[in-house]
């Protein structure tokens, strides 16, 4: 059975609130006294980045980016600093985060919501479609202005998420709220502590097991393939692309956990990782003095410091 997504145990004092949006659940633990005024104000964030940023709505401001490749357009802030956020990421990891394999998804089959794919008999596609669109895109920040290369289609996923995961935070504390944690399908991040603990406790899954660690600031975030897998033909597909091939990238790798300062850190950190494999993944961790949890698809599972290893409790699913 595929594990769930990283969890929290609920504190004393707080309340749990749940929605749906961007493709996943949304999860809230907020002051008991605050929960529904907090809760309001992160579903109207969650729904106005899905409006912008969904590449499942056609009328979003992202699908209809997407179908003017060569023209340049004048796009709203929130698409522009996703944007940006997104190029800075596929420049650091030298692209092996790309935005711009929507094609490439699509031409996989992950053409709809995830929810909504079945099964297909027809014949599996035959190769892939390198990545790298990204390096083509003209920004013109002053103007607002974006224009995608021919044949370019942006995705942000995750990202969007890790961002929003962030922004919801930052709009609760400015509105007085010192306590939260937003989790976004597996992508959350925390605000201050919960009432009386010195931390929050965290579920994190693994392939047999699932361990429990503190949490006392900063995010969390997972890659893998326990859920967003489909089937075509007899050909077995995941979501996370190696973008040399345009085709998933298959290790022996089960999930990779990320934590960083900030949800939009881990969650492109957490990618990365995966899709390099462990030992590429490991170094490129280290290289960043960033903590990551590997777990391959036979149950075993290795660390890479500055991750809690002593404070892990074990949990057997």
């Known amino acids: 059975m595929a594990p769930a997504p990283p969890d929290y145990r ?11 949006a961007m493709g996943t659940t949304i999860s809230l633990l907020l002051p008991i006294e605050q929960a529904e005024a907090g809760e309001q104000l992160v579903r109207a964030l969650f729904n106005v980045w899905e409006s912008t940023l969904s590449r499942f709505l056609p009328e979003s401001e992202l699908s209809q980016l997407n179908r003017q490749p060569g023209v340049p357009t004048i796009v709203s802030e929130l698409l522009l600093n996703t944007l940006e956020t ?55 920040r002053a103007a607002r202005r974006v224009t995608l290369p021919l ?21 609760l504390q400015r509105e007085g709220i010192s306590c939260a944690l937003v989790n976004a399908g597996g992508d959350l991040a925390v605000l201050g502590l919960p009432p009386g603990e010195g931390q929050w406790p965290i579920a994190i899954p693994g392939r047999e097991e699932s361990w429990t660690i503190p949490l006392r600031a900063g995010a969390l975030a997972t890659s893998g393939i326990a859920r967003r897998h489909w089937q075509k033909g007899q050909t077995r597909y995941h979501h996370l692309l190696d973008p040399h091939t345009g085709l998933p990238a298959w290790n022996d ?41 590997f777990v391959r698809e036979d149950g075993t599972w290795e660390a890479i410091e500055p991750w809690p290893i002593a404070l892990m409790k074990s949990e057997e699913q």
């Open 10 to 20: 609920d504190p004393l004092g707080m309340g749990r609130r749940e929605f749906k």
């Open 86 to 140: 997104a190029l800075t990421a596929a420049h650091a990891t030298e692209g092996i985060y790309d935005p711009t394999l929507l094609e490439q998804l699509i031409h996989l089959g992950y053409d709809r919501t995830f929810e909504a794919i079945a099964p297909r008999q027809d014949k599996p596609e035959i190769g892939g479609i390198p990545g790298g669109y990204w390096r083509a895109i003209q920004v013109d």
């Open 151 to 171: 044949g370019c289609k942006l995705d942000f996923g995750g990202i969007a998420k890790g961002m929003a995961v962030d922004a919801a935070l930052h709009l």
């Open 253 to 293: 790798l089960w999930s990779v956990t990320v934590a960083a300062d900030r949800c939009e850190q881990a969650e492109i950190a957490a990618k990365v990782a995966f899709i390099l494999g462990f030992e590429q993944g490991a170094a490129f961790l280290r290289a960043h003095r960033i903590a990551g949890l």
